[in-house]
Nanobody
Framework: VQLQASGGGWVQPGGSLRLSCAAS????????MGWYRQAPGKQRELAAT???????NYADSVKGRFTISRDNAKNTVYLQMNSLKPEDTAVYYC???????????????????WGQGTQVTVSS
């Protein structure tokens, strides 16, 4: 199972970016998906999560500005980031609770999978 994130970059304050993260592999199902971020010198923190049914959860610092969504048919999670601030600058990591098929027919395993991270820089 692999998660491939894309969509990061540089943007001026007040601008927008959209991150995408696609899961690949012999996937049976995906439970929660989410985005976390890590700023220089700080610990990784939650930005937003979404359940397989579409229920969402946001960090207080991004509520009203970020929107998480997912396409279950594509095993993909998105993060629409609006009204970006310099303090949003961080490496953003996607995460997924994946149930995947093993080489043994009928057997599955669970994996807490992380993407490689994508840099978001907000500055003038």
């Amino acid at each position: 199972v692999q998660l491939q994130a894309s969509g990061g970059g540089w943007v001026q304050p007040g601008g927008s970016l959209r991150l995408s993260c696609a899961a690949s592999g012999d996937i049976f199902s995906i439970n929660d998906m989410g985005w976390y971020r890590q700023a220089p010198g700080k610990q990784r923190e939650l930005a937003a999560t979404i359940t397989s049914g579409g229920s969402t959860n946001y960090a207080d610092s991004v509520k009203g500005r970020f929107t998480i969504s997912r396409d279950n048919a594509k095993n993909t999670v998105y993060l629409q980031m609006n009204s970006l601030k310099p303090e949003d600058t961080a490496v953003y990591y996607c995460n997924a609770d994946v149930i995947y098929r093993t080489i043994v027919p009928g057997f599955t395993k669970r994996l807490d999978s992380w993407g490689q991270g994508t840099q978001v820089t907000v500055s003038s």
